[in-house]
């Protein structure tokens, strides 16, 4: 979730040479660095890559299998034949030269091939969803640090601003106690607001470094000099939390990815119960071997065969690696729920912030007016000497405190906004040009 205090303190924003672009940066443009070159974005690809090698591999068993062999060298034999022929030893010696060619093709495995193929491409698929999590994600990390920024830069601005009038305000005090139309007392107070601003910068500062940081490690890059607010596309999500809590489950990668896993582990499943029923595969052979006739001569063996096997342990291997694949199919089962209820709530929770970032912005955009027109009554007042240079200075300055606050309420609002875009996993989707349908 976003980060964001309503106390009134920010950050300043250090320029560091060559972080910086002239040209500004919009919200779309960051999301795509983010999701071009952040690490993890990386290893989700590399895990696409990884799954469409391993489909490949297990496809590879419908097809037959080659072996080639062959072996030159020198033999000494003594057996049988070499005793029948060699009348002195009994034994001889000889060059021998042999080679052999042999095809197998699987015919019946017990449906393992198909059920581990069929694991595969499912794998393959899950990784395509996790990787579009992944970038989700990253997409809401961009975005939360990019309006971070725009936050703690608008604050400096305003900070800045309003510092150069309390300055002022504070040197008018200053002239009339020297001039003895004020007394010290006032001096004090004016002094405790200029220090009080004082600290509200310091801390801006330390937030807007922390921005900064944030926002690099999403992108790869700091932000440039100028960054651009773009309005969140809600109209391509539901407008109630129960609407959209459907659409997420339906719609989310996260869930799309477990529910594959599950799948896949269901394929798993089906692969090790094939060990329940024998192999049966085709071979052809070939085989010629030429050596002395002492030894026993040139030998041809040309083979065609059907062959049956059936490996089964008594110790009950076979039946412990099944029903350790039943295990973790029901665990994947079981952490598919878990997400579903991590996406549920977490769709709840953006929308209730939405809700509470809304209301609560109104009510400091309603204070920020009560306050401006009570400035302009307190300016009018001054003017008639009705009311104190400190004073009226106190008034600027808690207008300036709900104007900041009210700032602070616009930027919580947009990074909710973008909460929600993410919590129904549309946020990358609604920043692409063009933009997408609607939610309907």
């Avoid at 964001?4 to 672009?21: K, P, R, V």
């Avoid at 068993?61 to 080659?66: D, I, K, Q, R």
């Avoid at 305003?158 to 007394?183: C, F, K, P, W």
């Avoid at 729920?337 to 912005?361: G, H, L, M, P």
């Amino acid at each position: 979730m976003f980060r964001y205090s309503l106390t009134l303190t920010g950050s300043f924003l250090i320029l560091l040479s060559g972080g910086y672009s002239a040209q500004a940066e919009t919200l779309a443009e960051a999301v795509d660095a983010a999701i071009m070159h952040h690490p993890s974005a990386e290893a989700a690809q590399a895990g696409i890559g990884i799954a469409e090698q391993r489909k490949r591999e297990e496809f590879s068993g419908y097809f037959p299998e080659v072996s080639i062999n062959g072996s030159y060298g020198r033999m000494y034999g003594d057996n049988s034949t070499s005793r029948g022929l060699v009348t002195d030893r009994g034994a001889a010696y000889s060059y021998v030269g042999e080679g052999s060619l042999s095809v197998r093709q699987m015919i019946f495995d017990g449906f393992e091939t198909p059920s581990r193929v069929e694991a595969a491409q499912t794998r393959q698929t899950e990784a395509g969803s996790s990787a579009a999590d992944v970038r989700e994600s990253l997409a809401l990390r961009a975005a939360q640090a990019y309006v971070n920024v725009l936050r703690t830069r608008a604050g400096i601005s305003m900070l800045y601003a309003h510092r150069s009038q309390v300055d002022e305000y504070l040197g008018r005090i200053e002239t009339m106690v020297n001039e003895g139309a004020a007394d010290e007392a006032e001096l004090q107070q004016a002094k405790e607001i200029r220090v009080i601003l004082a600290g509200i910068i310091r801390e801006y500062e330390g937030q807007a470094k922390s921005a900064e940081a944030d926002y690099a490690e999403a992108t790869g890059h700091l932000p440039g000099d100028s960054l651009l607010k773009t309005e969140p596309r809600l109209d391509l999500v539901p407008a109630y939390a129960d609407e959209a809590t459907t659409f997420a489950l339906s719609h989310h990668p996260a869930i799309l990815a477990a529910e594959l896993e599950a799948a896949a582990s269901g394929h798993d499943v089906d692969a090790e119960k094939a060990i329940l029923y024998p192999d049966l595969g085709g071979e052809v052979s070939y085989l010629k071997s030429d050596k002395a006739d002492v030894i026993g001569g040139e030998v041809i063996d040309a083979r065609a065969l059907m062959r049956l096997n059936w490996n089964f342990s008594t110790g009950g291997a076979e039946l412990a690696r099944i029903k350790g694949k039943q295990i973790a199919h029901r665990e994947s089962l079981a952490k598919t729920q878990e997400i579903k209820r991590r996406i549920e709530r977490d769709v709840r929770v953006s929308y209730s912030e939405f809700e509470t970032a809304k209301e609560q912005y109104k009510l400091l955009a309603e204070r920020a007016g009560l306050n401006g027109g009570l400035f302009e009554t307190y300016k009018t007042q001054f003017e008639g000497a009705r009311i104190s240079q400190l004073q009226l200075m106190q008034a600027h300055n808690q207008l300036f405190n709900t104007e900041l606050e009210k700032m602070n309420g616009e930027h919580r609002l947009l990074a909710a906004q973008y909460a929600v875009l993410a919590g129904v996993g549309r946020l990358q989707e609604s920043l692409t040009d063009p933009p997408p349908e609607a939610y309907e």
